[in-house]
């Protein structure tokens, strides 16, 4: 069995995890990982991944974009496509070894170029071969094992891996959210032009779960901290035809450097527009914002 392997890649990863988040660069993944000087690639080629110096695979890809229509079945299940169309396909069979020895697994969502949603661990749950699909469940192996808790209870535990893979999917939709504004901004701030990724947010024109409050780049600004702040607490607005201002009362208020040159020097300044023309933000929502924004003023 390949256990102390696994359980050190398994370590390294969310050692990874804590320090950059779960959205992780393919370099990292593919050539992080060393152990005795030698290099154990995370991810193949294709969907199910074996490296050599493991018995058994040690991830899983989906790519929404790729040939198979890997997604989540419901809000709280993975469907995971077969490697082709035989059901005894190695690949394949070692998944179902995944399955009936409850080996864990990682999960890879391939959110952009070169960039994917990491999760640890995850564990095949289901097979279906009459439509060539697994099904895949998620678990918060860390912070259960933290706590203490064991979990012996097979309905307990099937809840809680529910639970667990519906937060990897909501933690996924923001993640894939933010990294596809950061990236049609050219990762800096709309407003004051700051390039630390760290310190960006992808903030919504209109708010999640809102009419027209969809997950899209056009419903999206790539903001600093206190931009999005602003932005939020209708201190900052931004009208339809793309120009920054700041509240009235705010302008006349007397504070330090920040209020002096990050906020009201800002205003009346050009939003500084995505690299591409079909990502600028959308003008209807725009303007519906920016109808809050005056009413605030
Ligand atoms: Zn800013």
Redesign the pocket.
Known sequence: MDTPLRLAIFEWLNQQISVYGNVLHFNVLNSGFKINGEIIHLLGSKGIWKPKQLDYPISVVSDPNGIYDDGFITDSLISYSYEGKNPNYWTNQLLRDCMMKNIPLIYLHKITKGKYYVHLPVYIVGDKPERLKFTIAAEQGIKTQEAGIIIQDPEEKYLIRRYSTREVKQRLHQSTFRELVLDAYREH?A??N?KHRELLDAAHIIGDGEELGHPVIQNGLS??K??HAAFDNHIIGISPDYVVHVREDILHEIDGPMLKYGIQSMDKNKLILPKSHKHYPDKERLDKRFEGFMKAG
Do not use: K, V
Request: hydrophobic residues 50%; glycine residues 0%.
């Open positions: 701030c407003i004051c700051l903001l600093c206190i931009h």
